[in-house]
């Protein structure tokens, strides 16, 4: 089995939260509801989009919302989205000293494809596995598909949010948290990850010292 690190996508490896939250602000604008602050929004990022739409607009048709969204956003998410610094030299660095990189993401698997195409890290990612009818994180199904997709190892979860820590920690792996992406460093503590770092830069020392392979 190849040792294998997990990523979340959003929040984590690309700075996409720009798009996501303007784009879900179009979708309730459209619709005539009232547009959730960047706290609120914080709380909701990281859920099911039909919970997010559930929570913003109680009294809304949550279908035709999420609807609206999946037509937008694609045309939209990487409008300004872009890779965190260093992500694209960590993640070839993993590669060349022999570990497997796969994502976890909310997103659907198609989705997540096209962000990752249009911000440059197809090559650099060895799996994509969205939530794609499984249960969100915190449950470790999207974390325990997205290894066994390769028959990789688990080592490490990296995300940006309590629900990927959570989704770590139940999966067996040690759990890496951000603090660049959606959940802040108070947040993130509560979850308790193994370590909690402002960028990726430690998650360098911890794997690099040596090769795999």
Do not use: C
Request: proline share 7%; aromatic share 6%; charged share 20%.
């Amino acid at each position: 089995m190849k040792p294998t690190v997990v990523f979340d996508l959003d929040g984590t490896l690309v700075d996409s939260l720009a798009d996501i939250k303007a784009s879900f602000r179009w979708v309730l604008r459209q619709a005539g509801y009232p547009e959730p602050d960047d706290a609120a929004m914080s709380r909701l990022i990281g859920r099911p989009l039909a919970e997010m739409f559930r929570q913003a607009a109680p009294e809304a048709d949550e279908a035709e919302l999420v609807a609206a969204f999946r037509d937008y956003y694609p045309r939209h998410l990487a409008d300004h989205s872009h890779p965190y610094p260093g992500v694209p030299e960590l993640l070839a660095a993993l590669g060349e000293a022999g570990y497997a990189r796969v994502i976890a993401t909310t997103k659907k698997t198609l989705v997540a494809h096209k962000l990752i195409e249009a911000v440059g890290l197809t090559n650099l990612i060895d799996h994509v596995q969205g939530t794609d009818g499984l249960p969100p994180k915190p449950a470790p199904d999207v974390v325990l598909a997205a290894l066994a997709a390769i028959a990789g190892e688990g080592l490490w979860m990296v995300g940006d949010t309590v629900h990927d820590v959570g989704a770590g920690r139940a999966a067996g792996l040690a759990t890496y948290a951000v603090t660049w992406g959606n959940h802040d460093a108070a947040t993130l503590a509560q979850a308790k990850p193994d370590r909690l770092e402002p960028n990726l830069a430690a998650l360098a020392d911890i794997l690099l010292k040596r090769a795999v392979v």
